[in-house]
Structures are given as C-alpha cells and as structure tokens.
C-alpha cells in the first residue's frame, strides 16, 4: 500500500509543471508580480532582470531569488513589467531561448509589439505601489496569446496567480485600462485636490476626509451601480450651491472640472 501511494505521489509530481519564470523590471508592476511569484506553488521565480540595480536587488532580496542587469536566465515565461512605452524597446534587448513565452504587463500596449511567435499579454487590473502588498488572488488578471497554445500557458500561470483570470483582446484591454484611469488615477487626483483644499483654507487635516472616502467606496462596491448610490448637489439639482462652490474655486482648471463633472453628474441622475 505504501509502494502504491509513493508511486501516486511521483506520478502527481511528473505530471505537475512548473513554470520558471523572470520578472523584467523594477517598477512597482514587476515587484507586485515578484512578490505574488515568489510565493506561488507550481511556479520558481529565477530572476529579477532590472537595470535599477538599487531596486533590482531589493526586490530580489525580498523575492529570495538573484538578480541581474547583464545576463538573463533561462526560464519558460518572462514578464516584461517595465513603462507602455519601454516595452518594445526592452523586448527587442531581451535575449531568451527560442521556446520561451515573452509577455508584457501593459494596459494599453499592443501584444503585437513582443512578436508574433510565443508572445502574450498578462495585465494586472490594479493599482500597485511600492511596499505595499496587495492580494493578488483578487486581482483581474487579463490574458491574451500569439495563439491557443501560449494562450492556455500563460492562462495556466494566470490562474496559480489570482482566481480572476480572463481572456482578453488588445481593444478590450484598452477599455479596461481606461475605465481603471477613471475610477483610479482621476478620482485620487480629486482626493488630492481636497486634501490640499481642507489644508490651504480651512487648516485641517486629511484625516478629515478619510471617513468619507471609506464609506463612499464602500457603498459604491456594494451597490449594483456606483449611479444608484450618487449623492451631492448635483443630483438634488441644487445649482445655487454649485454655482457657489464654482466661485470658490478660483484656479480657472479645478473650476472647469467642478463644472463638468456637476454637469455630469445631473444629466446622468436623470436616468435612474
């Protein structure tokens, strides 16, 4: 019985691949997938290919993996996690064997500028900053391949990573990346502009806005639509108060959004 279960065991083994894998780059992407990797089973994390050898081996070291800026090693997938408009360029430098999957972790980059052999696409729908863990079983993770063979491969290692994992074509990648732009970097640009609002004219802190920020986000995540939870002036139609805040704002840009996004929010609200 024991011979039989030793022999299961070894069979599972054989038959379980393990995808050794690169991360290029030091950016906040590539040490977000460095650190998600490092601790997956089915996966060996080999290498952290940067030219920032101060971050490269920082993240290395906290990887438990080497280093390099010279010689990448051999692995059968390398994620290209470097800027949109360094993915060609580091692509092209990128010396592997010829079996090897090339992806890159980009929202709004084509696959095509990887190749058109054995390339792909793995983008993570999420906002990373450095030394800041996140739980990247929960992130969306979308895939695209140079065809159904890479594809099913990378969507294997897309699966050890997150359990939302969906195939994805360029265009449509492009419209999530930009709903991120939206719902991410616009709306934190707007908790700036309050913080520094509260601070420069009423000498408060940001801590007095953080409540609200928790519980609007809150309410947005739990409601069916982010719409069906709008509150503020805009909605009740109270332009004196809009018209007030207007003035208030005196920078001509901070302004024209309060405008804008006043406007939009009242032509929107008519629709629920």
């Known amino acids: 019985r024991l ?30 997938f460095a650190c998600s990797l490092a601790g997956c089973e089915g996966v060996k994390l080999c290498q952290v290919y940067a030219r920032n050898e101060e971050r490269g081996r920082a993240i290395a070291q906290m990887c438990s993996c080497e280093w390099s800026c010279s010689e990448v090693a051999a692995a ?16 092209k430098r990128l010396s592997c064997k010829e079996e090897a999957i090339v992806v890159h972790t980009a929202g709004s980059v084509e696959r095509s500028v990887l190749g058109e052999e054995r390339t792909g696409v793995l983008y993570p729908f999420q906002t990373f900053t450095a030394g800041r863990r996140v739980d990247f079983s929960a992130v969306p993770l979308f895939v695209e391949g140079s065809d159904e063979q890479t594809t099913q491969q990378i969507e294997s290692v897309a699966n050890l990573l997150s359990r939302r994992v969906y195939r994805a074509t360029s265009a449509v990648r492009r419209e999530v990346h930009l709903t991120g732009v939206l719902a991410c970097n616009f709306v934190n640009a707007l ?19 953080r409540p609200l920020i928790e519980e609007t986000a809150r309410k947005a995540v739990d409601a069916t639509h982010p719409r069906s939870v709008q509150t ?9 108060v809009a018209e007030r805040h207007t003035k208030m704002l005196a920078d001509e840009h901070k302004a024209q959004i309060y405008k804008l996004l006043t406007e939009y929010i009242w032509q929107t609200s008519k629709k629920i």
Not at 5 to 30: E, H, R
Not at 193 to 207: I, V, Y
Not at 233 to 238: I, K, L, S, T
């Open 3 to 32: 011979l039989v279960v030793i022999g299961l065991l070894t069979l599972k083994c054989s038959v379980m691949q393990c995808y050794d894998v690169v991360v290029v780059g030091s950016g906040n992407v590539a040490e977000a």
């Open 76 to 91: 059968d997938l390398y994620i290209i996690a470097v800027s949109d408009r360094a993915v060609e360029s580091v692509a």
């Open 191 to 209: 908790y700036a502009m309050a913080a520094d609002r509260l601070e420069e004219n009423a000498s408060l802190p940001f801590d007095v806005l």
């Open 232 to 240: 503020g002036p805009a909605v009740r139609g109270d332009f004196s």
